[in-house]
């Protein structure tokens, strides 16, 4: 089955004010994928500047789109697409 790594990166030094208030949107909106089967994984780094996120069951395009709607996405630093092919 073919997966979608997507790993973002936060500009942390431009965050505001009511950061915690978007991470609480954000993660609502990440579990919903996970109740949805698409969002396979979720890492972060220990610097908790970055997620990793694995995505199933969508083409890089859907995954482009669903990630431009997290709440976290406007203050982006980087983000970058893998397309996997799971092999075991």
Known sequence: MNRI??????????????????????????????????????????????????LKDVDELKAKSMIETLPLFQYKKSVQYFSLNQQF
């Open 5 to 54: 790594q997507v790993i973002l990166a936060i500009d942390m030094a431009n965050i505001p004010g009511n950061f915690q208030e978007i991470v609480k949107h954000e993660q609502e909106v990440l579990f919903k994928w996970k109740q949805d089967e698409i969002l396979e994984h979720l890492f972060l780094t220990q610097s908790k500047d970055a997620a990793v996120l694995i």
